[in-house]
């Protein structure tokens, strides 16, 4: 296996042979393209993205600045949503399913070193798989570690440390992130805590 292939594999490998940088420059033309975009062009945005991604659905609204690795490495479902600073460490995969809403400053680090300094200083580094399923909304100040798996209709507190997998239909917060409650049928009519909708949202 060459370093990319390893890459891919979840094995160690080093991220400057095989290509891999060659590979990130390239990327890094497209990523400055889209965060220098005029506003008068933005309607080329959607465009852009998925020249960078490797998956998207139809509708994806990323706000510039965004940074990653490789892009092709990322696969975003339907109505996906960032706002500004998403950072995206792809050198593993990272799937995200739909209706994605992710606020400023979110981390995704599939990247990693190993923890003994000799080992490290070797330049072997890894990458490990990241999933984020459908209705997932992050607060701000996120950081995901290398081989979490959030479920489905998950809310991420700000300021969270995900390091362990996150469970369906439940609120998650903390350093490290833990699950504070589930999410259930009667959350439907509040806004915000304990504010109901003066509205009918279903309209």
Same mark, same amino acid.
């Given at each position: 296996?060459n370093?990319?292939?390893?890459?891919?594999?979840?094995?160690?490998y !080093?991220?400057?042979?095989?290509g891999?940088?060659?590979?990130?420059?390239?990327?890094? !033309?497209?990523?400055?393209?889209?965060?220098?975009?005029p506003?008068?062009e933005?309607g080329?945005?959607t465009?852009?993205?998925?020249?960078?991604?490797?998956?998207?659905?139809d509708?994806?609204h990323?706000?510039?600045?965004?940074?990653?690795?490789?892009?092709y490495?990322?696969e975003?479902?339907?109505?996906?949503?960032?706002?500004?600073?998403?950072?995206?460490l792809?050198?593993?995969?990272v799937?995200?399913?739909?209706?994605?809403?992710?606020?400023?400053?979110?981390?995704?680090?599939?990247?990693?070193h190993?923890?003994?300094?000799?080992?490290?200083?070797?330049?072997?580094?890894?990458?490990?798989a990241?999933?984020?399923g459908?209705?997932?909304?992050?607060g701000?100040?996120t950081?995901?570690?290398?081989?979490?798996?959030?479920?489905?209709?998950?809310?991420?507190?700000?300021?969270?440390?995900?390091?362990?997998d996150?469970?369906?239909?439940?609120?998650?917060?903390?350093?490290?992130?833990?699950?504070?409650?589930?999410?259930?049928?009667?959350?439907?009519e509040?806004?915000?805590?304990?504010? !109901?909708?003066?509205?009918?949202y279903?309209?």
């Amino acid at each position: 296996m060459n370093q990319k292939e390893r890459m891919l594999a979840g094995l160690p490998y !080093k991220a400057w042979m095989d290509g891999l940088l060659e590979e990130r420059v390239e990327n890094k !033309k497209k990523i400055y393209e889209f965060n220098h975009l005029p506003p008068a062009e933005w309607g080329r945005e959607t465009e852009l993205l998925k020249s960078i991604l490797g998956k998207t659905g139809d509708v994806i609204h990323i706000e510039a600045p965004f940074h990653c690795d490789y892009g092709y490495n990322i696969e975003v479902g339907e109505n996906f949503f960032a706002n500004y600073n998403l950072v995206i460490l792809d050198v593993g995969k990272v799937r995200i399913g739909d209706n994605a809403q992710i606020a400023p400053n979110v981390s995704i680090y599939t990247a990693g070193h190993p923890v003994h300094p000799e080992a490290r200083n070797s330049g072997y580094e890894y990458g490990i798989a990241v999933t984020i399923g459908d209705n997932v909304w992050i607060g701000g100040n996120t950081c995901i570690m290398p081989g979490v798996t959030i479920g489905d209709n998950v809310v991420i507190g700000a300021g969270s440390v995900v390091t362990k997998d996150i469970p369906d239909n439940v609120i998650a917060v903390g350093n490290p992130c833990r699950v504070v409650r589930e999410i259930t049928d009667e959350d439907r009519e509040y806004y915000f805590r304990d504010r !109901k909708f003066d509205v009918d949202y279903r309209e």
